[in-house]
């Protein structure tokens, strides 16, 4: 008898955290699941264009020292 008491009271202290989580964080645990941000808002601002330039060119850039001299110094 007493197992049963000291059980339901342990499960009526776990209910009455978890119903506080909710009260405070139920909109922001919502809006996680959701996958949307909580305290994200519409953006502001122009859109941004974005340029791309499908020609690759490769330059080929020669080493201003010789890599032999550099090891000795």
């Known amino acids: 008898m007493l ?6 009271a342990v499960f009526g202290f776990i209910l009455t955290l978890v119903v506080d989580v909710m009260r405070r964080d139920g909109g922001k645990i919502i809006a996680a699941l959701e ?7 519409p953006t502001r ?11 690759r060119t490769e ?3 020669e080493p201003k020292w010789q890599p032999g001299l550099s090891a000795a110094a």
């Not at 197992?3 to 339901?8: F, H, S």
């Not at 996958?35 to 808002?41: E, L, M, N, V, Y």
Request: proline share 7%.
């Open 59 to 61: 330059a080929v850039l």
């Open 3 to 8: 197992a049963a008491a000291l059980t339901l």
């Open 45 to 55: 601002g122009r859109p941004v264009t974005i340029r791309f330039n499908p020609q």
């Open 35 to 41: 996958g949307r941000s909580w305290t994200a808002g």
